[in-house]
């Protein structure tokens, strides 16, 4: 197992557990206990765990982790979410994108159709973004017109979030909208974990024509801190195959169209 892989194990298996024992863990994982020392360290100095004589507990941060942790989790599942998704823009759309691993794959995913260029001058596809991360994706393919909003950039996800984020979306129509969500409920609805992000979010859901929540199984049935909008708010959810098909019914129940790819 890769450090960075084992990393997020370590923040996954802390966040089910709240705390952890560096031989249990160690035994788990298959690794030595010096290596877990080292690796909750590295951990604790980023503000993600408390460390214990012994182990580590979670904070806060620990569910908000940087986009450089989350990168590298159930990358299969948000690569054919992200191919999906971009299958489903046509030439000349305006498309929003928040900020998230997953929405960051659907930009790469938008980078790559070169069926998409434009005509003359006019740019092939509009897309609107919060997200410092997807803006640089993207900015250097001459085929798409990149509009950032404004705002305060959160280091934890790239996002920018804020009174000038909030002005310019407000003067801005998106066709279809890619939400990436840390959690969503078939009840509650979708949720991010910092109520700022969240807040831009649900502008950015108000402003859409088409909202298509993306999320790998590991986010479905669950709620978090903030809420972005309510489950009749989104028209449409890609997710992966492996997802909970009990979650997928509720769903569909409630009137999302689900694709499971």
């Known amino acids: 197992m890769a450090r960075h892989e084992r990393l997020s194990t370590l923040l996954d298996l802390l966040g089910q557990r709240e705390k952890i ?15 877990i020392r080292r ?16 182990g580590a507990v979670a904070n806060d941060l620990a569910y908000d982790l940087p986009l450089r942790y989350k990168t590298a989790r159930h990358v299969p599942e948000k690569q054919r979410i992200s191919v999906a998704a971009a299958a489903l823009v046509a030439q000349g759309m305006v498309v929003g994108l928040n900020g998230g691993t ?3 794959g659907v930009a790469r995913s938008l980078a790559t159709r070169s069926d998409l260029a434009g005509r003359g001058d006019s740019p092939g596809l509009t ?13 250097v393919r001459p085929h798409v017109k990149i509009v950032v909003t404004g705002g305060v950039a959160r280091p934890q996800s790239f996002e920018l979030s804020g009174p000038l984020a909030t002005r310019v979306l407000s003067e801005l129509t998106i066709d279809l909208l890619f939400l990436g969500v840390d959690a969503f409920d078939a009840e ?11 807040s831009i979010n649900r502008l950015m859901v108000e402003r859409a024509e088409r909202v298509v929540a993306v999320a790998d199984g590991s986010k479905l049935g669950r709620r978090a801190f903030a809420r972005i909008c309510a489950t009749t708010q989104v028209h449409a959810l890609i997710t992966d195959s492996n997802a909970d098909p009990k979650v997928l019914r509720a769903f569909e129940a409630a009137g999302v169209e689900v694709q499971a790819v």
């Open 21 to 35: 024992d560096v031989e249990d863990v160690a035994e788990e994982l298959n690794v030595s206990a010096a290596t």
């Open 102 to 104: 997953t929405t960051a």
């Open 188 to 198: 509650a609805g979708a949720f991010a974990h910092h109520e700022g992000e969240a």
């Open 39 to 54: 690796d909750l360290d590295h951990l604790a100095e980023q503000q993600l765990l408390t460390r214990t004589r012994g």
């Open 127 to 139: 897309v609107v973004t919060n997200a410092l991360n997807i803006a640089h994706e993207l900015a």
